[in-house]
Nanobody, 132 residues
Framework: QLQLVESGGGKVQPGGSLRLSCEVS????????IAWFRQAPWADREGVSC????????NYAHSIQGRFTISRDVAENTVWLQMNSLEPEDTAAYYC?????????????????????????WGQGTQVTVSS
């Protein structure tokens, strides 16, 4: 069973940076599309970024484009989300999620931010708070 564990959250001042990690176990990262989502209090879960199973394609939400970067290391089975120029509006619980494109036909495709309904495996989340 695929498992995902997020880490790296915390409190940071506006303009600061954080790097979130998503450690994957139970299968190879090379077989899964991985996405980051976030959910602020009293808000719906929002797709932030995703990376395809090949690693060759990435997508970002308009709200974070140019500030966040997704990357991965297949050998370490880890995906990162580098977040720069953080704003109070980025405060949320951040989750990573996975889907197996070969069997589902779903994944990080096209030019759209990830959709919650397309991902099957989820981590427990890590909290990011941006405040002075």
């Amino acid at each position: 069973q695929l498992q995902l564990v997020e880490s790296g959250g915390g409190k940071v001042q506006p303009g600061g940076s954080l790097r979130l990690s998503c450690e994957v176990s139970g299968a190879s990262l090379a077989d899964y599309s991985i996405a980051w989502f976030r959910q602020a209090p009293w808000a719906d879960r929002e797709g932030v970024s995703c990376i395809s199973s090949s690693g060759s394609s990435t997508n970002y939400a308009h709200s974070i484009q140019g500030r966040f970067t997704i990357s991965r290391d297949v050998a370490e089975n880890t995906v990162w989300l580098q977040m720069n120029s953080l704003e109070p509006e980025d405060t949320a619980a951040y989750y990573c999620a996975a889907v197996h494109p070969a069997t589902t036909g779903r994944g990080c495709m096209g030019a759209m931010a990830p959709k919650e309904t397309e991902y099957d495996f989820w981590g427990q989340g890590t909290q990011v708070t941006v405040s002075s």
